[in-house]
């Protein structure tokens, strides 16, 4: 089975886990980062941007142009797109007729965008030109079924097995204030800011935050190993939902607990089914619930802490929440519904 991967090449992208763990499993893959290629144009020049959103530029049929050629010459059995903004429902008709399989995971949200690089146009009309899509979300499962893509299944993120390694030690962690790694928005910069009001330190890492608070550390951002070495530094982290995870989860659900930190992140009945209230996690419902949920935790002596912290560790581990043991799943299901 061959697999051609359309989406991100950036660093940081999702995509770059499924490669790594679809080349493990001897499977033929490449990615094509349609994504760079519009991002180079777009932020080139006041110019660019005034083109694009005027619909005046035809950046995306040259990239669509560009993909098309790339994939006429790998030839894959499967064309895996990651959430479509820069791919147009033409296109993706032209490989269907082709007799490509076409799949979607949209790492985001289909319907719900919260910012001008987290969807458009092109991915909520392209629905049901996919054979199948891949969700983390039991909701956008639902909606996407509603709106008549009765092939989807569940694909929740997980952790990088690489990544995990040589962050084994979990003693000597500061544990006397929180951790959170994410850019602001005014959501995150609320709690945090209620946070620091109710007495709770707390160390930020990202862009934008421009606020201030005797109790708020601020840093930049950090990525690739440079996260990684900085999450395992602290042994309680705190997890703000973007929009479109709502009553979900996100990365931080897996990525925080596979190193043995201690997690405190935003209820919801889909989290409590991969780890346990108290014992591998803690959960807030509100605003007010967070602040006495991080006092409570932040109380805790540091064996106790540890022991949570080694829990969330052990289960992500034995229940194997990996982005290798995810792309297992991808390519039985991919074999067994595409007879590929």
């Known amino acids: 089975m061959k ?29 094509i980062g349609v994504q760079q290629h519009f991002l180079e144009y777009y932020h080139k020049s006041i110019f660019n941007k005034i083109q ?3 619909g005046l530029s035809g950046i995306l049929k040259r990239g669509n142009k560009i ?9 894959p059995d499967v064309i895996w797109v990651f959430k479509g903004m820069e791919i147009l429902p033409k296109t993706l008709k032209q490989w269907r007729k082709a007799g490509y399989t076409l799949v979607c995971y949209n790492p985001d949200h289909p319907f719900v965008f919260s910012g001008l690089g987290s969807g458009n146009s092109n991915v909520t009309e392209s629905i049901n030109i996919y054979n199948h899509h891949f969700t983390y979300s ?9 709106n008549g893509q009765k092939s989807v299944s569940m694909l929740p993120f997980g952790f990088d097995s690489l990544a995990i390694q040589n962050r084994k030690e979990i003693k000597g962690r500061k544990h006397d204030r929180l951790c959170f790694i994410g850019n602001a928005d005014r959501f995150r910069k609320e709690k945090v800011l209620k946070l620091c009001a109710a007495g709770v330190k707390i160390d930020v890492y990202g862009i934008g935050w421009d606020t201030s608070h005797e109790l708020l550390k601020i840093e930049g951002p950090v ?3 440079d996260y990684w070495t900085t999450a395992a530094k602290y042994l ?7 929009p479109h995870n709502i009553r979900s989860h996100n990365m931080r ?3 925080i607990p596979a190193i043995g930190s201690v997690l405190i992140s935003p209820y919801t ?5 991969f780890f346990e209230s108290e014992k591998e996690m803690f959960f807030y419902e509100s605003d007010d619930d967070l602040v006495q949920t991080c006092k409570k935790v932040l109380q805790l002596d540091s064996k106790a802490l540890i022991e949570v912290g080694n829990s969330a560790r052990q289960k992500s581990l034995s229940a194997d929440y990996s982005y290798l043991s995810l792309s297992k799943k991808v390519i039985t299901l991919l074999k067994s519904k595409f007879n590929l």
């Open 67 to 75: 993909v098309s050629e790339q994939i006429r010459k790998f030839e």
């Open 236 to 242: 309680i982290h705190l997890n703000v939902f973007r």
């Open 223 to 225: 990525y690739d190993d």
């Open 269 to 273: 009945k889909q989290q409590t089914e």
């Open 138 to 146: 039991p909701e956008i499962r639902e909606r996407l079924h509603q």
């Open 52 to 54: 694009y959103r005027l």
């Open 3 to 31: 697999i051609c991967i359309v989406g991100s090449s950036g660093k940081y992208a999702i995509e770059r886990h499924y490669i790594s763990g679809l080349k493990s499993q001897n499977i033929d893959c490449v990615l």
């Open 253 to 255: 659900t897996f990525e």
